[in-house]
């Protein structure tokens, strides 16, 4: 397996090396990386299966796939992500006098990535790098909210064993959507709630997910529909600046 990497990147770097020509022919790609020709033949075919390579159709030659452009923008959506947020967040913790965090999805898992701390005490206290499944807490409900239902399904069966809980959670999901947000009580920390909205991005796809975290008991019905408003305003702008 190891190997197979290996001989794969031999390759890849290669079509990377030279971007004045318009693709390499097999037997070019065999040479230059000292491989026989069916296994040079056999790596190639699995890299066009993955989109990590094509075939030009006029002249059989091979070159860079789609592939690499959409990992290269969603990593540069990430690295854009924090900066786009981090003023609206500033103004949001300056509004609402609470603590503004910053979650990003991370396959089974949702992370911390930034926060805002509130400068009232006692005051909510997000960890940034932790992960946290993702059928936990109202920035994850939100953001499987706003993923395709497969995707959110797939998700919350490896996660969610009792399949009652697991069924009550995916029927949450549309009405959440429509709202525009998620609440969450003391699913992390006692005596704390959330209020988060999502963040879209490159191809209407969910990036991440604006959050507001409070003491549970200044969380009235007039307070937690005021931070709602105020936080899909602020991911709201948060996606415009992305361009989502």
């Known amino acids: 397996m190891v190997q197979s990497i290996d001989r794969a990147m031999q390759i890849i770097q290669l079509l990377m090396s030279d971007h004045s020509r318009t693709g390499w022919a097999i037997s070019d790609i065999s040479e230059r990386v000292d491989l026989p020709l069916s296994t040079t033949h056999r790596l190639i ?24 452009m959409e990992v290269g923008l969603q990593q540069l959506e990430q690295l854009d992500l924090r900066t786009a947020a981090r003023p609206i967040m500033e103004r ?3 509004e609402v006098k609470e603590t503004v965090f910053l979650t990003i999805p991370y396959g089974l898992f949702s992370m911390g990535v930034d926060k805002v701390d509130s400068s009232v005490k006692p005051r909510v206290v997000e960890g940034l790098g932790e992960r946290i499944a993702m059928h936990i807490g109202a920035s994850n409900k939100v953001i499987l909210a706003n993923m395709k239902r497969n995707e959110a399904e797939a998700l919350l069966v490896r996660l969610v064993d009792d399949q009652e809980k697991r ?8 009405g959440i959507k429509k709202a525009g947000y998620a609440v969450s009580y003391a699913e992390m920390t006692e005596g704390t709630a959330a209020i988060s909205s999502p963040i879209i991005g490159f191809g209407r796809r969910v990036v991440g997910a604006l959050g507001i975290g409070v003491s549970a008991d200044r969380l009235t019905d007039e307070r937690l529909d005021d931070l709602s408003k105020q ?13 989502g």
């Open 45 to 68: 075919s699995t890299l066009v299966k993955h989109e990590l390579i094509v075939q030009l159709p006029e002249t059989k030659r091979y070159r860079l796939g789609p592939k690499w």
């Open 231 to 243: 936080v899909i305003q602020g991911a709201h702008e948060i996606t415009t600046t992305l361009g």
């Open 92 to 94: 949001l913790a300056d």
């Open 167 to 174: 069924m009550q959670l995916l029927s949450a999901l549309p």
